[in-house]
């Protein structure tokens, strides 16, 4: 069975660091590109970033909103994906979720399995 | 980037109805090379992770009811629930995934009339 488990939310203050946890199970890991969507409260989902597989150099790409001060990993041999936060917001607020891509070593751009989120508050 | 338009907001709708949403895109997210539109539709309840209904516009994922449906081109395009369950009360969301930054419709919630 396909898992993905975020951890590592929590309160932060604003300028503060936070790193994330995707850890996942069920899968072969390194085969599938990872992503990160948000979903600030009472407001929709957003797009945040996602890493590729290592046949495509572990490349990420990131929303506007958070480029520059977030920063995606993963570790293959763990079957981990983080999320590195730096100069956090009060509108980065959101509970986070990590997606599995749908397309295995390349991706397609959406993600068939989720995590159940972990909320993220950032006071100011 | 592309913005991803969703109407209405809300949709109160009977059950046994239809329901119909619509996401219209800025830009075309159509590919030629492919003969494929960049387009996925998710459905999100509370306290609950993104769920995959369709992606490639019109291809349900698998165990997705036979009641959900794609449809559309270029940059318009609806998801229609045939007849409404109780448990399909719920935030919609489109996305286009055809060009970085991958971009979300603003959503629209159904709930029951």
């Known amino acids: 069975e396909v898992q993905l488990v975020e951890s590592g939310g929590g309160l932060v203050q604003a300028g503060r660091s936070l790193r994330l946890s995707c850890t996942t199970s069920?899968?072969?890991?390194?085969?599938?590109?990872v992503a990160w969507v948000r979903q600030a409260p009472g407001k929709g989902l957003e797009w945040v970033g996602l890493?590729?597989?290592?046949?495509?150099?572990?490349?990420?790409d990131y929303a506007a909103s958070v480029k520059g001060r977030f920063s995606i990993s993963r570790d293959d041999s763990k079957g981990i994906a983080y999320l590195e936060m730096n100069s956090l917001k009060s509108e980065d607020t959101a509970v986070y979720f990590c997606?599995?891509?749908?397309?295995?070593?390349?991706?397609?751009?959406?993600?068939?399995?989720w995590g159940q989120g972990t909320p993220v508050t950032v006071s100011s | 980037d592309f913005v991803m338009t969703q109407s209405p907001d809300s949709l109160p709708v009977s059950l046994g109805e239809r329901a119909t949403i619509n996401c219209k895109s800025s830009?075309?997210?159509?590919?030629?090379?492919?003969?494929?539109?960049?387009l996925a539709w998710y459905q999100k309840k509370p306290g609950q992770p993104p769920k995959l209904l369709i992606y490639?516009?019109?291809t349900r994922e698998s165990g997705v009811p036979d009641r959900f449906s794609g449809s559309g081109s270029g940059t318009d395009f609806t998801l229609t629930i045939s007849s409404l369950q109780a448990e399909d009360v719920a935030a919609y969301y489109c996305?286009?995934?055809?060009?970085?930054?991958?971009?979300f419709g603003q959503g629209t919630k159904l709930e029951i009339k």
């Open positions: 069920g899968f072969t890991f390194g085969d599938y590109a």
């Open positions: 996305q286009q995934y055809i060009k970085l930054p991958y971009t």
């Open positions: 890493i590729r597989t290592k046949p495509y150099g572990e490349t990420k």
């Open positions: 490639w516009a019109s």
């Open positions: 997606g599995k891509d749908s397309l295995s070593i390349a991706w397609y751009g959406f993600c068939d399995y």
């Open positions: 830009q075309s997210v159509f590919y030629s090379s492919t003969n494929k539109n960049y």
